[in-house]
C-alpha cells in the first residue's frame, strides 16, 4: 500500500533549529511563541520569537564566556518559560543540554544523581528562585564541582556578545535521559541533524504549518513534551501554550478548557491523560462551556494507546465539536528522536479486534465480534518521514511477514547516536542487523506487527509474562483488572510474573480509586476488598484463561511512575519481592 506524499504547501525549514529560530526571530519578531498558564487557564506568561532569541544569545554569551563547546548543562527548572530559553541558549553556544526532572524540595534521588554521575555536567542551569537549594542539593554530591547559573538572572544587554558557533548535524544537541531504572539511567545523544529529521516528521505526519497553535501539559524535560511541544512550533514557525503538569493532574478538564479558549489545533499526551479527562467529563454531565471544533490533531503515544479510551473521550467530548478524526494515535520513542509511526490523517483510528488465546501463542486471529478473550488493538500509524520501522524475529533477526509478531527495529536519520558513556549497550540496541546484513538498525524492545503497513504494539518485550509456555502481555491483564471493579483506579496497575521456584506466577499491584479509598481504610471486616479481588480474579480469568497468584492493593499514587506518568512494572516488582509496598488489601 503506497503512503500518501507530504502535502505540497507544507515547507520544512532547513539548517539547524538555532538557525531556525533566528530566522522566526527575523521574520516575525512579534508573533507569540510561547505563552504559560501557570494555573492551567489564564496566561501568566508569554514570549515572543524575538524575546526567546534574545534570551537565548544572552544565555548563550554567557555560558561562551566560561565554558567550551560541547561542555554538557544540566538543566533543572520548574515549571515555566526559563527552560525554553536556557535550552536554545545551550543550542546557541554549542553546549550540549541535559534535560532532567526537578527534584522535589531540593532533595537528591537515585535518578539524579545516576545523571550527574553519568555524564558529568560542567554546570546546572536553573532559576534564581531555587539557584540556592539546588547548589546546597549538589554540593552534598560533589562540592564546588559544578557551577550553578540562574539563567532567568541573564539580562538582555549580553545578547550582542553571542558568537555564532557551527552546529553539524552529526553533533550531541542534548542527551535525553530514559525513563527506566531509577539506579541507572541511560542517556539517548540526540544531534542537530537528529532534531530536525524528527522535527521534519513530526511537521509532515501532523500536517503543521505556522497557524500552529499547541496547549501542553506534559514535562517539557520529556521527550514528548519538549521535542513535539516546546520545538515543534518554533520547526513549525506556531505557538504553544504550556501548562504546569500538576495544574493538569490537579484538574485535568483545565487542560481541555485552555484547548478552547486559546484554539489549540494539535494537542495530546498518554492515554492515560485522555481518560481522566474522559472521567471529568462525564462527571460534569454536559456542564461544560468548551468549543473543540479547533483540535484538528489529538495525538495518543508514549505508553499503549487503548481503544476503549478513545471511545469514552469521544463520547463525552463530541458535543462539544470534538471529532474522531482528530485522533492521532502514534509510537516513538527517546532513542528515535520522539515520533517513529502516526498518521496519515484525518482518519478515525485503526482498530482490529484480535483473539486473546491466539495472542498468547504469538499469532493473530482477528475476531469480528466482541467476547470473552476479545483485545481490541489500535493502529499507531505508519512510518513517519524517511523512517524505516519493521518488525523482526528477535532470535533469528529475519523480517516477519505481514501480521506477524516480533519486536519493532527503526532505521532513519532520526535513529540517535547512541547512548552516552555506554558504548556496549550503544552496540546492542542501535547496532542491530538483519539476516542479510543490512542495517544498522534501532531495536526497541517493544513487541508489535505491520498489518498493511500500519503499526500495532502488543507489550513490551522484557515486560512479557510467560506462564506455561503462554505469552501474556502486562498491559491486557491490566486492562482485565481496572475494567473488574469500579474500585480499581483506571491506569494505575502494574501486572508481572514472579518465580516462585517451580515456576512462574502473576502478580498484580493495583491502585484503588480515590473515591474507594477511604473506605477500604475505614472497614473493619474486609467485605469491602474481598469483593474487589474476588471480581478481579474472575475477570482474569475469563479474558485469559489465567490465574492470578496475588493481587496487591494500595492506595491512589502508590505504584511507582516515571516523570511522564508511565507506569514502572520493573520497581513495582522489586517493591513487592522486597515487601517495600504500603498494602491496603491482597489475596
Known sequence: MSLPAPRPDLNPPEGDLAAVLRRR????????????????????????????????????????ERFKPGSRMLMLYPPGLEFAAAFFGCLYAGMIAVPAYPPRKNQLDGRLIGIVKDCGPAAILTVAEVAAGVEAMVNQLAPGAMAVIATDAVGPDGADAWREVPLPPEAIAFLQYTSGSTAAPKGVMVSHGNIMHNERAILESMEHDSDLVGVAWLPVFHDMGLLGNLLQPVYAGGATYLIPPLAFLKRPLAWIEAISRYRGTTCGGPNFAFDLCAQAAAAADGGLDLDLSCWQVAYVGAEPVRAGTLQRFAKAFERYGFRKEAFFPCYGLAEVTLIATGGPRPRQPEIVRVDGGALTENRIQTRRLPGAGSRQLVGCGRAATDLEVLVVEPESAAVCADSQIGEIWVGGESV???????????????????????????????????RGGELFITGRLKDLIVIRGRNYYPNDVELSVEEAHEGIAANGTAAFAVDDGE????????????????????EADGELAGQILSAVRDQVALDHELQLHDLVMVKPGGIPRTSSGKIRRGESRELYLAGGLEILGAG
Do not use: C, W
Not at 515456576?503 to 475505614?522: C, D, G, N
Open 25 to 64: 526571530a527575523h521574520e516575525t519578531p512579534e508573533k507569540q511563541v510561547y505563552g504559560f498558564l501557570r494555573d492551567g487557564v489564564n496566561e501568566a506568561d508569554g514570549l515572543s520569537y524575538a524575546q526567546l532569541d534574545t534570551s537565548a544569545r544572552a544565555i548563550a554569551a554567557a555560558l561562551q
Open 416 to 450: 540517535a547516536r547512541g547512548y552516552f558513556n555506554d558504548q556496549a549497550g550503544s552496540r546492542e540496541t542501535f547496532g542491530a542487523r538483519l539476516d542479510t546484513g543490512r542495517g544498522p538498525f534501532m531495536r526497541t524492545g517493544d513487541l508489535g506487527f505491520l
Open 503 to 522: 515456576q512462574e506466577k502473576l502478580v498484580v499491584v493495583a491502585e484503588v480509586s480515590r473515591s474507594f479509598f477511604h473506605r477500604l481504610r475505614s
